[in-house]
């Protein structure tokens, strides 16, 4: 199971910290969720969803004002007492200093933010997705062409690199050089990074390790991008039959996402940066309802009705 710790939770969200003797490092997040436990406050704590994060905004912060000292200290110890991983109060909702005292004995960190409650859950739901997605690393150079997401694949040697690095020459941009880190945000969507250590980094077999970033810029790297097409890179079969028009799709599968593929015959003489453009430009016509290959079929068919009526 996925987990994150808390310290970078807190650093990624910018909250601030009210209980900075507990130690973070020794909490993990397990769900992409967050629970505002109003029912909590209440006294009712069937079904409470403990492991998420707690979020404590306006509405729950105004009915705690309007509850008895007494009746909030035993709501408090009683909410306080289940392994959540944190509280975080947002917009104008501060704890009092009796929650505070409370969860330092208990051990549960309190944060607070400035932001209102609706868009702090927003972001802390689409960082923990991101973050717990089920995540597998295969090889292969990811980059960004027009906007789409394009996973180059093939055996070790074949050009992969080299194809990247024309294409980051030609204004595209490097998210991954030999390992991908792929993880799965929902049942459409497939997010490659690249791993920390070999992030910008390019080699270059007879050169060695480049760095792109460097070399080039800023611009010409990136530090994600969804998978939109898969090419896979291979070298020429002469005795192998290779797709000419493209009428139907073929597909590979990622933590059971399917993403369009095609199979790249590799000959010496052959510009890859321009065909894997092409094939970019191609893929985005598609998502916006032109299939050249269609068209083409379209055309033979109709030429082929008015022969057959002259």
Wanted: proline fraction near 4%; hydrophobic fraction near 40%.
């Amino acid at each position: 199971m996925a987990t994150v710790k808390l310290n970078k939770f807190v650093e990624a969200m910018g909250v601030e910290n009210l209980t900075p003797d507990i130690d973070l490092t020794a909490i993990k997040l397990t769900v992409p969720d967050v629970n505002r436990p109003a029912l909590q406050l209440t006294g009712y704590f069937e079904h409470f969803d403990k492991e998420r994060v707690q979020m404590i905004g306006y509405v729950e912060y105004t009915y705690l004002q309007s509850v008895p000292m007494e009746r909030k200290q035993v709501i408090y110890r009683e909410l306080l007492s289940y392994e959540i991983p944190c509280v975080i109060f947002c917009s104008l909702a501060k704890p009092d200093p009796e929650f505070l005292q409370l969860a330092e004995e208990k051990g549960r960190p309190v944060f607070y933010t400035e932001r209102k409650t609706s868009a702090m859950m927003s972001k802390v739901i689409q960082w923990l997705s991101r973050e717990l997605a089920p995540c597998i690393s295969i090889h292969g150079v990811l980059v960004d062409v027009y906007g789409e997401g394009i996973l180059i694949m093939g055996e070790s040697g074949i050009g992969k690199s080299e194809a990247a690095l024309e294409l980051i020459k030609r204004g595209h941009r490097l998210v991954t050089n030999d390992v991908v880190e792929i993880r799965k945000i929902s049942d459409t969507e497939l997010i490659g990074t690249s791993p920390e250590i070999t992030r910008h980094f390019i080699e270059l077999r007879g050169i060695g390790i480049i760095d792109v970033k460097t070399l080039f810029g800023v611009e010409s790297v990136k530090e994600s991008q969804s998978i939109d097409l898969v090419i896979k890179l291979e070298d020429w079969n002469k005795d192998k039959e290779y797709d000419r028009l493209g009428l139907e799709e073929e597909y590979t599968e990622f933590l059971g996402n399917k993403i369009v593929c095609h199979s790249l015959p590799i000959r010496p003489g052959r510009n890859l940066a321009i065909i894997v453009e092409s094939a970019a430009v191609n893929h985005r016509q598609k998502k916006m309802g032109y299939n050249a290959a269609k068209e083409l079929y379209k055309r033979v068919q109709q030429n082929l009705t008015r022969k057959r009526d002259d």
